[in-house]
């Protein structure tokens, strides 16, 4: 498969470090130096992940060039869509008119995007899929505890698209790698609203909605794992961080990023960083920074990009992508 488009969308509002100190006993200084966060883009309440993605989507089909009609596949990668059930993907694809398309969720948290993408591609080659939506979107802040300051201050809302098409034999997805481990599905999670602990009036008090979440755990998992799977992909493509033109990682935390850069002996300088603008959104960050990176011409033609996540699960993957 190869990049036709790209989009975003993110919700207008932001909230800065200086408005979380109101809420939380917390400093601007602390949340730049263990995070790189300054701000994140947060949904008003009540906000429908549903309209965020059906923007980023048509964003991203204008800019390929495609019609909605056109699109035979909508892969959505959220953990926080508009309702249990049905699947938000469908609901996106209401929304954009295509009535040609089969839509799904995924669920692999921060993974998403980049799980979509492999899914999206085995699809495209088993059903003969040829133009196709992927997207990662999430609200996240619709399940912080803002009393948390652990947690809230890390995450920020949006969606992100991509339109993909046959690959041209040079460009397109040349490695990919999906990796999970249940073994650390306690270290980071959300314990409500599910089965197990259903949406009561106690459970609800209780904050079960809300996000769980081991930080120094997390970090230190999140560094290693990303750092093997970059390496895994480089590696079976028989390439180094060297012929990279540039590495996309998840957007968590800038010191996940640099430690991980550091591992891969990739200089910052080919490192995309905007978690300093959109704090952790999840499946989200992916795809954003792809789009920020095409409309800002950074995204050249024929270049070699590293793709690489970790999230909840855990779950995590790298991707090598001929642009
Ligand atoms: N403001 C001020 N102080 C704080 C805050 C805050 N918001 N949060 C915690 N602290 C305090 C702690 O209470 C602790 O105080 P103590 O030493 O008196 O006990 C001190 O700061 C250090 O806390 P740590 O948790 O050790 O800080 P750490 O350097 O690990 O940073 C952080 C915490 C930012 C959460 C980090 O662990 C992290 O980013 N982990 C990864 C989390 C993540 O990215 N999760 C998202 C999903 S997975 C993914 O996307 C990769």
């Given at each position: 498969m190869m990049l036709l488009g790209t989009g975003r969308a993110v919700p207008e509002k932001i909230l800065t470090n200086t408005d979380l100190e109101q809420m939380v006993e917390t400093s601007n200084e602390w949340i730049i130096a263990r995070t790189g966060i300054k701000q994140r883009h947060v949904a008003e309440p009540g906000t429908a992940l549903s309209d965020l993605a059906t923007e980023a989507a048509r964003n991203a089909l204008e800019d390929a060039g495609v019609?909605?009609?056109?699109?035979d596949l909508i892969v959505l990668g959220t953990v926080?869509?508009?309702?249990?059930?049905?699947?938000t993907s469908c609901l996106v694809q209401e929304k954009l008119g295509a009535k040609n398309a089969v839509a799904f969720d995924i669920s692999a948290a921060c993974s998403g995007f980049l799980y979509g993408l492999q899914v999206a591609e085995g699809l495209m080659m088993a059903s003969g899929y040829r133009r196709v939506l992927v997207i990662g979107g999430e609200v996240l802040t619709s399940m912080v505890?803002?009393?948390?300051r652990d947690t809230c201050i890390l995450f920020g809302d949006g969606a992100g698209a991509v339109v993909l098409g046959p690959s041209?034999?040079?460009?397109?997805?040349?490695q990919t790698c999906l990796q999970s481990d249940?073994?650390?599905?306690?270290?980071?999670?959300?314990?409500?609203?599910?089965?197990?602990?259903?949406?009561t009036t106690e459970n609800v008090a209780a904050q079960l909605h809300t996000i769980r979440m081991e930080g120094k755990e997390v970090f230190r998992h999140a560094v290693t794992s990303m750092t093997s799977v970059l390496k895994q992909v480089l590696d079976q493509a028989g390439?180094?961080?060297?012929?990279?033109d540039l590495l996309i990682p998840h957007q968590a935390n800038l010191r996940i990023i640099e430690a991980v850069a550091k591992r891969c002996k990739m200089p910052m300088e080919k490192v995309f960083v905007n978690v300093d603008r959109y704090g952790n959104t999840s499946a989200a960050s992916i795809p954003i920074a792809l789009d920020e990176l095409r409309r800002s011409g950074?995204?050249?033609?024929?270049s070699l990009v590293g793709l690489v996540t970790f999230g909840a699960g855990f779950t995590w993957a790298a991707a090598l992508l001929r642009v």
């Open positions: 019609t909605a009609e056109e699109i926080t869509g508009d309702m249990k059930f049905p699947a505890n803002w009393q948390d041209d034999g040079e460009r397109g997805l040349l249940g073994a650390h599905s306690g270290l980071l999670y959300n314990p409500g609203g599910g089965c197990v602990n259903p949406p390439l180094s961080g060297d012929d990279l950074e995204l050249k033609d024929g």
